[in-house]
C-alpha cells in the first residue's frame, strides 16, 4: 500500500494506489480498522462518491474501503472492453494489495454482478456479500426490445448533457446530503465528459455480459449474501421497478444462505434514502460469522 497525501483529512480517510498488471494505477481510499474489511464497489460509471453516509459508519467499527473503478474519480482509464470479468480482475487487483482478508463486499447496481464475479473466484476470502439493488440477470426487462432503445439513447445523449453540464445539473444534487468533501467530489468527478465516457464503455458490455451471467452464474455456495432491494414504487415506470424488485427476490431465493431486504422507502439509490439498512446488513454479516 503506497500512503499518498491526497487523502490526508478526507472524510473517506487516506488514499492510496493499487497497480494492475498491466500496469494501471486504481485509487481507493481507507478509514478505520479491525476485521473483516469491507469494500464498497459502486454503480455503473461512478466512483467512490456515492458511499458517503455509508462508509464512515462502517469504518466506525472495521476497515471500510471505497474505490474508483478504472475511468472513474482518481483512477486510469482503461482502453480494454469493460467486461465482468475484467473489472472483478481490477478488484482482484485491490483485493490483494489490501491483504488476506475477510472481504465484505458491497456493491450497488452494476456493482452487484461484479462483486459476485470477484467473489466466486475466491471464496476462501470473502465473508459475504451485500447486493444494493443491484443490475439482476433474473429481470427480464433488461432484455426486451425497449431496453436496446434506452442504451441507444443513453449513447446519444449523455456525452451531449455532460459537454453542456445538464448531468451535472439534473443528477449531481442527489449526492449533496453527503459530507462536504465527498459531495465536493461527487459533483467534480461524477458528472463530466469522462464519467459519461465510461458509464457507455460499461454500458456496451451490459446486455451481454448480463446475458452470460444468466447462463452461467457465479457459485456462490454457502456464502452469507444479502439482496437489497429498494421496494417504493416511481410514479413512473412502476413495471420496471416491480421487475426489478422480483428478480432480487428470486436471487435471493436461488442461494442456500441468502436473505432479501427491502428498503421500503427508496427506489434504486439506496445508499442516498436508506443508507442505515445497508449499514445494518453489513453489521450483521460482520457478527454473525
Known amino acids: 500500500m503506497t500512503e499518498q497525501a491526497l487523502g490526508q483529512g478526507h472524510t473517506f480517510g487516506t488514499s492510496a494506489f493499487a497497480t494492475t498488471e498491466d500496469g494501471r494505477r486504481l485509487h481507493y481510499m481507507v478509514r478505520g480498522t479491525g476485521e473483516p474489511t469491507v469494500v464498497f464497489e459502486s454503480g455503473m460509471g461512478f466512483s467512490r462518491s456515492i458511499w458517503g453516509l455509508v ?15 478504472a475511468g472513474t474519480g482518481r483512477s486510469d482509464d482503461d482502453a480494454r472492453p469493460r467486461t465482468l470479468g475484467r473489472m472483478a480482475g ?19 447496481s452494476w456493482g452487484g454482478p461484479i462483486v459476485r464475479v470477484a467473489a466466486a473466484a475466491d471464496l476462501g476470502r470473502i465473508r459475504g ?9 433474473n429481470c427480464e426487462l433488461y432484455f426486451a426490445p425497449a431496453a436496446d432503445k434506452r442504451y441507444a439513447m443513453t449513447r446519444v445523449l449523455m456525452p451531449a448533457l ?21 459531495a465536493a467530489d ?58 426489478l424488485t422480483a428478480a432480487h427476490y428470486r436471487t435471493a431465493n436461488a442461494s442456500p444462505n441468502a436473505r432479501l431486504v427491502e428498503a421500503k422507502r427508496s427506489g434504486h439509490l439506496v445508499m442516498f434514502s436508506e443508507p442505515e439498512v445497508i449499514v445494518e446488513e453489513i453489521r450483521r454479516m460482520a457478527v454473525d460469522a
Not at 103 to 108: A, R
Not at 162 to 182: C, E, F, H, T, W
Not at 195 to 215: H, N, P
Open 162 to 182: 455532460a459537454r453542456s453540464g445538464l448531468y451535472r445539473m439534473l443528477a449531481g444534487k442527489v449526492g449533496g446530503a453527503q459530507p462536504a468533501d465527498i
Open 129 to 137: 456479500i451485500v447486493l444494493v439493488d443491484q443490475s439482476d440477470e
Open 90 to 108: 481490477d478488484l482482484d487487483t485491490l483485493l490483494r494489495d489490501l491483504g488476506a482478508g475477510p472481504f465484505i463486499l458491497v456493491g450497488h
Open 55 to 69: 462508509q464512515p459508519v462502517i469504518a466506525e467499527r472495521m476497515r471500510a474501503v471505497v474505490y474508483d473503478r
Open 186 to 243: 461527487h459533483r467534480a468527478e461524477d458528472f463530466t465528459v469522462r464519467a459519461a465516457r465510461t458509464l457507455l464503455a460499461e454500458q456496451d458490455q451490459f446486455s451481454g455480459e448480463l446475458g452470460r451471467l444468466r447462463e452461467h452464474p457465479p457459485q456462490l455456495g454457502v456464502l452469507d449474501i444479502s439482496v437489497i432491494s429498494g421496494t417504493k414504487q416511481p410514479r413512473i415506470d412502476k413495471n420496471t421497478r416491480s421487475a
